[in-house]
């Protein structure tokens, strides 16, 4: 089987690599030859940010072997049927150790689950529908993407447990891609919902402690 890794020098590319050490791996900014190459991809992994993997979608729309990991699926919606999506829940940290990846049926093209299951035999494979998809990562993506995006230590030599917690969630977006992080709470439908609900909570603070 020939496998295409585009942005392959990004974080998840360089995963997926190690998942498939035989493909074939073309940088973004290196993708000159990336016609020729998809002719003999059986798989081509869009290990790309948003735009960019809607760009390259839409530059071939003959092709069918586009798997699609971006962490928003309604921007995906428009090529349903065409391509393959998916949304790896593991990244470098936890690589290894959480084997869940998120299938979603009403954007990837028909009879495609059977070729995942193949593909990723070790992994757990989630079925999900755009929707459910991106009102769960509102959850357990976009909060901590906000929490994480709006904190900021002071550096402190004194550490207590509560402190500590802290600065895990402001670890966050360092530990990211920061395109993706941006992406991931731009795009999300649900963002604005979560932010307004962090904004009221932080009024009734406010109230709390007076002006």
Request: no cysteine; hydrophobic share 40%; aromatic share 10%.
């Amino acid at each position: 089987m020939y496998i295409l890794i585009i942005g392959s020098n990004g974080r998840l590319g360089k995963i997926l690599l190690k998942i498939f050490p035989e493909s074939t791996k073309i940088d973004i900014e290196n993708s000159n030859y990336l016609e020729s190459e998809l002719q003999k991809a059986d798989f081509a992994f869009l290990a790309t940010p948003m735009d960019a993997t809607i760009n390259i979608i839409r530059r071939f729309p003959e092709y069918d072997g586009f798997i699609d990991l971006t962490s928003v699926k309604s921007k995906m919606i428009e090529f349903a049927g065409k391509i393959i999506s998916l949304h790896p829940l593991f990244g470098p940290e936890t690589y290894g150790t959480n084997k869940s990846i998120i299938f979603i049926n009403d954007i990837s093209r028909k009879d495609s689950l059977a070729d995942m299951e193949k593909l990723f035999q070790d992994y757990k494979l989630i079925i999900m529908d755009a929707n459910s998809h991106d009102a769960l990562m509102g959850e357990i993506l976009v909060k901590p993407y906000v929490l994480s995006y709006i904190s900021k230590s002071e550096n402190s030599s004194i550490i207590t447990g509560s402190y500590s917690k802290f600065l895990e969630i402001e670890k966050i977006k360092y530990n990211e891609n920061s395109q993706v992080l941006i992406d991931t709470i731009k795009y999300n439908e649900n963002s604005s919902k979560i932010i307004k609900d962090i904004e009221k909570r932080l009024e009734g603070l406010k109230k709390l402690v007076g002006n």
